[in-house]
């Protein structure tokens, strides 16, 4: 019973820690899903961004929840960026955070290794927060290329909302 005590205390604790240094502030708030329309416009101008690239890509977007809404895969995109793009979504979506946050407060060592364990966390860059009046409607998350390519393509994406 203490180490379970011990455990829940360190892990609220942390996770004070994992919001962005500048915001101690209450996260966004999630708003209405994001639609299809939405989630389509937002892979178009993503696999648009990528062609130019030059960078095969799993493209998917979720709804706050972490529901699938969307799903593009390029002809020829690793077997493997079909998972990843889907989980880099999820983690973003329900955690209110892009994944490369996670990323960053991981490489700071051992004392953000518990992230590593928060479930459906994911820190490989490439996950970003659709939003709109303020609200979280979704997420999208990108996977064929660096971390800091997937964010690229990704934010091309949010970019086509505007």
């Known amino acids: 019973m203490r180490y379970v005590v011990l455990a829940s205390a360190l892990l609220g604790a942390g996770w004070l820690a994992v919001a962005p ?3 101690q502030q209450k996260p966004l708030p999630y708003g209405t899903p994001i639609t299809l329309k939405q989630a389509e416009t937002i892979a ?6 990528s062609t130019k690239m030059g960078i095969e890509e799993s493209i998917a977007i979720v709804e706050p929840t972490g529901e699938l809404v969307y799903f593009a895969k390029m002809d020829d995109t ?11 979504a999820v983690s973003t979506a329900q955690f209110r955070r892009p994944t490369k946050v996670f ?10 290794n ?4 928060l479930g ?3 820190s490989v860059p490439g996950g970003l927060l659709v939003v709109s009046g303020g609200k979280i409607i979704g997420a999208v998350g990108c996977s ?3 971390g800091a390519e997937d ?5 091309a994406g949010l970019n086509a909302l505007k």
Not at 44 to 49: G, S, V, Y
Not at 103 to 112: E, M, T, V
């Open 78 to 88: 690793q077997y493997g960026s079909t998972l990843v793009a889907m989980n880099k």
């Open 44 to 49: 178009a101008a993503a696999r648009a961004q």
């Open 114 to 117: 518990y992230l590593l364990q």
């Open 151 to 155: 964010i690229e393509i990704c934010q």
């Open 21 to 23: 240094a500048q915001a």
């Open 144 to 146: 064929g290329g660096t």
């Open 103 to 112: 990323h960053d407060l991981i490489a700071k060592g051992a004392d953000f």
């Open 120 to 122: 459906k966390a994911n």
